[in-house]
C-alpha cells in the first residue's frame, strides 16, 4: 500500500473525481442538447424543460449508485453511498415536482386535461411516473416506521422505481421537444437504455453470476447474547479474497433473483478465505431465522463490499477498536487477522454491551490477549454489584484512561449504535486523533 | 460532523449544484442578442379574442404543444397562422385530414383527426383564424 498523507489525499481526491462524474452524467445529456437547437423560449420554459431533463437524469443515476459497483463506492464507504442515495431522492423528487409546479404555474395551458382518457399517452405518463417516484421516496423513508417487512418493501422498490422511470422516459420521448434533431433523440435512447441495461446488469446478471457461485453452510454455531455465527465454504474451493472488516450480501433459503439478500459484516480472518463466517444477532425478520439454519445448505453471497478495514490504514502505530453489541462482528474479522498475521503493533479494544453474561466472544477475545498485544476494556450499562470494570457508554473519559500517550498515531475503528458512533467521533477529536484516523460503519444503513 | 450529515449535506449541495446547471441551462438559451420567437415575444396577449375559441383550443389538447397569444407551449407557435393558411387548410391542419394527415407522427395524427367532430371544432377553427 501507500504512505499515509498521500493515501488520504488520493481518497479526497477520488471522491471529487467522483462527483464531477456524477454532475457530468446528470447535466451532460443535457448540455448536449444546446447545439444547433432553436432559440431560446423564454427562460421559466427553458428552466422547467431543463430541471425535467436534469431531475430524469438524477433518477437514473440513483439506480448506479445502488449497483454497488465497488471503485465508486470505495472512496466514500458504501453506508456513505447510501446514505447519499437516499437523501438524493428527495432532492431529485423536488426537482421533478418543480419541472411540473413551474409549468401549472407558468404555462397551465401546456399541462392540458389530467384526465387519462383525454390526455395524451405520455402526459399522463409523466403524471403517474410523478406520483410513483413520491411513493417510492415516501415508503423508504416511512420503512421501519410503517414496519414495511426489508425483503418485501425491497421488491416493491425496485420494481416502482423501475416502472417509474420507464414512465418517465415515455414522457420524455413524447414531450421532448429539445429532441429536435435525430443524434439528440440518439442520444437520450443511449442514455435511457444504459439505465435498463444497468437494471438488467443488477437484477439479472449479478444474481446470475451469484447462482453459479454456491457456497454451502458447514457450521451453525450460538455465541453468547442471541448471536449465531455461520460458517461458509465455497463450493467450488476457491476462497474469498477480502479485507478484515469488509462485509458481504448474503442470501440464504432463497434464490440470488428473489433480491433477499442480507448484508453482514464478514467476522473471520482475511487470511482464511476458503472458510468464511458471518456472526448474526437475532434482532429481526430475516436475522431472527437464522438459528434454523442446518448445515450442508446453500448460500449465496455477493462480496467483499466497505472500506471499514484495517488495511485500509496499514501505516497505523497501533489500531484501537470501539465496538456496541454485535458491532463486534468486523472488529472480530480485524483481530482475528491481526493474530493470524503475528501482527505485535499495540492494539485497544472497548467493548460496550448490557450484561456480561451477554458479551459475544468474549472467551475468543481472552484466548486473543495471548495471541495480540491486545488490551480490552469492557464496558457495561448493567453491571453485577461485584464488576470492577468500566461502567456505563465509552465516553471521554473511558478512551483517555485506556488509550496510550501515542494515541494519535492510532487508527480507530468504530462500530456500533448510531448514537454511539456519533459521540465516539466527537470524544475522540476531543482526545486530538484527527479526524482522517477515524474510520466508522454505520451500522443500520438499509 | 458525522458520516451521516455529511452525506445528507453533499446530497444537498449536489442537488443544488444540478438546479444551478439547469438555470444555467436556460440562460444561455435565452442570451441576447438572439431574438425570442414565437409566443414568448407574446405582445399580443392583450389582443381580445374570443374566449369560446380559445377555451376549444385548450380543451382539445392543442396548447400542449402550440402556444397562441403567448399561452400554451411555446415550442411551435401559432401566431399568424390564420393570416397565412386559409380556412380549408387550416381545417386539414389542425384535424389531420387529407394529405395534411402524413405531415404527423400517427400519435398526433390521431388526437387531432379526433377533435375534428367535436361540437366546438368550428370555435376552434374561428380562433386559429383569428391569429394573424
Not at chain 2, 392583450?46 to 385548450?58: I, L
Amino acid at each position: 500500500m501507500t504512505s499515509p498523507a498521500p493515501r488520504t489525499h488520493r481518497t479526497a481526491l477520488e471522491a471529487l473525481l467522483w462527483l464531477a462524474v456524477y454532475l457530468l452524467a446528470v447535466t451532460v445529456p443535457l448540455f448536449a442538447l444546446l447545439p444547433g437547437s432553436a432559440p431560446g423560449l423564454g427562460f421559466t420554459w427553458d428552466f422547467a424543460m431543463a430541471l425535467g431533463y436534469a431531475g430524469l437524469a438524477m433518477l437514473g443515476v440513483q439506480f448506479a449508485l445502488t449497483a454497488r459497483f465497488r471503485r465508486a463506492t470505495a472512496p466514500f464507504g458504501i453506508d456513505i453511498v447510501y446514505y447519499f442515495h437516499r437523501y438524493l431522492a428527495v432532492f431529485a423528487l423536488a426537482v421533478i415536482a418543480g419541472h411540473y409546479a413551474m409549468l401549472r404555474a407558468m404555462h397551465p395551458d401546456v399541462l392540458g386535461s389530467a384526465d387519462p382518457s383525454s390526455a395524451p399517452g405520455h402526459m399522463t405518463a409523466g403524471r403517474v411516473a410523478l406520483v410513483l417516484f413520491a411513493l417510492v421516496v415516501g415508503i423508504a423513508l416511512l420503512r421501519k416506521r410503517i414496519d414495511l417487512e426489508y425483503d418485501r418493501w425491497r421488491f416493491v422498490h425496485a420494481l416502482l422505481a423501475t416502472a417509474a422511470f420507464g414512465l418517465a422516459l415515455w414522457h420524455l420521448h413524447g414531450a421532448g421537444r429539445f429532441l429536435d434533431a435525430a443524434w439528440k433523440q440518439w442520444l437520450w435512447g443511449v442514455y435511457g437504455a444504459f439505465w435498463v441495461a444497468l437494471i438488467f446488469y443488477v437484477r439479472v446478471l449479478r444474481p446470475a453470476h451469484a447462482t453459479a457461485h454456491p457456497w454451502t453452510v458447514t457450521e451453525v454455531r450460538p455465541e453468547r447474547g442471541q448471536v449465531w455465527t455461520l460458517a461458509l465454504e465455497p463450493r467450488s474451493g476457491t476462497p474469498l479474497r477480502f479485507a478484515p472488516g469488509q462485509f458481504a450480501w448474503l442470501t440464504l433459503r432463497a434464490s440470488p433473483f428473489a433480491m433477499r439478500e442480507h448484508p453482514f459484516s464478514i467476522a473471520s480472518s482475511a487470511e482464511r478465505g476458503q472458510r468464511i463466517e458471518v456472526s448474526i444477532k437475532a434482532l429481526g425478520d430475516f436475522t431472527s431465522t437464522i438459528r434454523d439454519i442446518k448445515p450442508g445448505e446453500t448460500a449465496w453471497i455477493d462480496a467483499p463490499y466497505g472500506t471499514f478495514s484495517i488495511d485500509d490504514a496499514p501505516e497505523a502505530a497501533g489500531y484501537a477498536f470501539v465496538a456496541g453489541g454485535i458491532g463486534i462482528g468486523p472488529v472480530m474479522s480485524m483481530l482475528r487477522t491481526l493474530a493470524d498475521r503475528g501482527d505485535r503493533r499495540p492494539l485497544v479494544l472497548f467493548y460496550g454491551n448490557r450484561v456480561w453474561d451477554r458479551v459475544a466472544f468474549r472467551e475468543e477475545l481472552d484466548e486473543l490477549r495471548t495471541r495480540l498485544n491486545l488490551h480490552i476494556v469492557h464496558a457495561l450499562l448493567e453491571p453485577a454489584a461485584d464488576w470492577t470494570g468500566e461502567r456505563g457508554f465509552v465516553t471521554e473519559d473511558v478512551l483517555m484512561r485506556h488509550l496510550p500517550i501515542e494515541r494519535h498515531r492510532f487508527h480507530c475503528f468504530l462500530c456500533g449504535p448510531t448514537p454511539m458512533t456519533r459521540s465516539v467521533e466527537r470524544a475522540l477529536g476531543a482526545l486530538g486523533i484527527p479526524a482522517a484516523h477515524v474510520h466508522s460503519e454505520i451500522f443500520d444503513w438499509v | 460532523m458525522t458520516r451521516q450529515s455529511r452525506a445528507r449535506w453533499l446530497a444537498f449541495a449536489t442537488a443544488l449544484l444540478v438546479v444551478l446547471l439547469a438555470a444555467l441551462f436556460a440562460w444561455v438559451r435565452n442570451l441576447p442578442p438572439e431574438p425570442r420567437t414565437g409566443a414568448a415575444a407574446a405582445p399580443k396577449a392583450s389582443v381580445s379574442r374570443d374566449e369560446t375559441g380559445r377555451a376549444a383550443f385548450v380543451r382539445a389538447g392543442c396548447s400542449g404543444c402550440h402556444s397562441a397569444d403567448g399561452r400554451g407551449n411555446p415550442a411551435l407557435p401559432l401566431d399568424g397562422v390564420g393570416a397565412r393558411l386559409d380556412r380549408e387548410t387550416l381545417r386539414n391542419a389542425a384535424f389531420a385530414l387529407g394529405d395534411a394527415a402524413k405531415r404527423f407522427p400517427p400519435a398526433v395524427a390521431e388526437r387531432k383527426r379526433a377533435s375534428a367532430n367535436d361540437a366546438d371544432a368550428e370555435a376552434l377553427l374561428a380562433y386559429l383564424q383569428q391569429l394573424k
